[in-house]
């Protein structure tokens, strides 16, 4: 590849390499990778791009081609992030650090590296692990290493935790995964990805509420990881198993032998749909307040006071049997295939508006009109409360449902639109992350 021109005003001399990886918002399965459980996703067409160039010095420059993100400077061998603020540089600071510790280098060269894009951020569209995993890339590439996608996935998945997010992994794997044309089942431990062929007389149509969510900028996320981990803990202990080596729902049911239908029961049994507090919980598992803050609790959730533990477990149980379900489907394609897989889309986002609570009014709205202008089936992507919600269209319905979709949410309600194609667009399964060498 020759001179690199996406710069929009701003350019890099002597580019060695752009570096392609994309966002990804359409998926059956909402908040349970994180418990161990299969997803299946596509990857969207929108994508992160970087230009970088290898220097002499010591120094990692970042620049971004939107204004709104300022330029950061830093040496390579010295890399600090800062949790208590989710600032755009230390998400790629996270991939870089994550190859550096994997092949436990030290004395890096420096990289001037310039990021564009078109994935909305704090949309649920993965802009954050897209840029995570970029940065991994571009890292892995300069320093001319080599690794698996899988390899690269699951590095990218663990160092996005250093910004403070407890994330599962589904988001860096279909990023590297992903291929055109195919969604894939992701299974974890280990990763592995299978070809889900989706419905050739129906489009997915992504719709942005405009309402923006940062999920290293809350707690809320973390919250429902560590839910997830006590409810966990808990059911094990009930079942008198060994209950301090069990962290995700998955491993339960793994332990236990049972299907996710005779899980969602034993949760019924249990666990009480009444918060729990932290005093109740440490008399259940017979341990100190500070063993459960210090031992179990992650640093941002050891004040809080609630825990929603029932509603989270029967959301991820009753959700992972939905993703089968899916892939069921999909595979035997019946007749009425569309109408299947839509009302396992709109069981999916009731769960998570009423066990999981990640919805908001903007996208409990967004979803009723898209239902009401053809969707078959219409719910929240990524984590929620704000970002998008993702439809099922039949393919004949396509004009006309983005014509009233636009005027009904958009148009009325004067909300600022970005451009177009990051607000309100039909997409296909994309491909993953690639790297353009200069010629």
């Not at 992903?178 to 894939?184: I, P, R």
């Not at 769960?351 to 990640?358: H, K, L, P």
Request: net charge negative; charged share 20%; with cysteine.
């Amino acid at each position: 590849m020759g001179s690199i021109s996406f710069c929009k005003g701003r350019s890099l001399h002597s580019q060695k390499a752009v570096i392609h990886t994309v966002g990804f918002p359409t998926k059956s399965g909402e908040h349970i990778d994180y418990c161990g459980y299969s997803v299946l996703p596509m990857a969207v067409e929108q994508d992160m791009l970087i230009a970088v160039e290898p220097v002499k010095t010591h120094v990692l420059q970042l620049a971004n081609t939107n204004p709104l993100y300022p330029d950061f400077s830093t040496s390579a061998n010295n890399i600090q992030i800062d949790k208590t603020k989710p600032l755009w540089h230390n998400y790629f600071l996270c991939g870089f650090k994550g190859i550096q510790e994997h092949f436990g280098l030290s004395d890096l060269t420096g990289m001037n590296c310039l990021v564009d894009g078109n994935i909305p951020p704090s949309s649920g569209l993965s802009s954050s692990s897209a840029l995570v995993c970029c940065a991994g890339l571009v890292t892995l590439t300069v320093l001319g290493m080599n690794l698996s996608k899988v390899e690269l996935a699951e590095i990218c998945a663990k160092s996005e935790r250093y910004i403070g997010t407890e994330g599962g992994g589904m988001d860096q794997s279909i990023s590297f995964l992903a291929e055109e044309g195919t969604a894939k089942l992701i299974e974890f431990s280990p990763l592995r990805a299978t070809d889900v062929k989706l419905p050739s007389g129906a489009v997915f149509v992504i719709a942005n509420s405009c309402v923006e969510m940062n999920k290293a900028a809350t707690s809320h996320f973390n919250i429902r990881v560590m839910e997830c981990r006590l409810a966990a803990k808990l059911l094990a202990k009930h079942k008198s198993l060994p209950w301090k080596e069990v962290l995700r729902l998955e491993e339960v049911q793994a332990k236990l032998g049972i299907s996710l239908e005779e899980m969602l029961l034993i949760t019924e049994d249990a666990l009480h749909p009444e918060p729990y507090s932290p005093e109740e919980l440490c008399k259940c598992l017979g341990i100190s307040l500070q063993e459960l803050k210090t031992q179990i609790l992650s640093p941002n959730t050891q004040d809080v006071l609630t825990f929603k533990l029932y509603q989270r477990a029967k959301h991820v149980y009753s959700e992972a049997a939905r993703v089968l379900q899916f892939k069921k489907i999909c595979e035997e394609a019946p007749d009425n295939m569309v109408q299947l897989l839509g009302e396992l889309m709109n069981q999916s986002h009731m769960s998570c508006r009423d066990m999981y609570e990640c919805s908001c009014p903007e996208l409990d709205q967004l979803v009723d009109i898209c239902r009401k202008f053809g969707a078959q089936g219409s719910r929240l992507t990524g984590a929620g409360w704000g970002g998008c919600t993702v439809s099922i269209v039949p393919a004949d319905k396509l004009s006309s449902f983005l014509a009233n979709v636009h005027e009904a949410y958009y148009q009325r309600s004067n909300r600022s639109l970005a451009p177009e194609k990051q607000s309100l667009f039909a997409t296909k399964p994309g491909g993953g992350a690639l790297v353009f060498l200069e010629a």
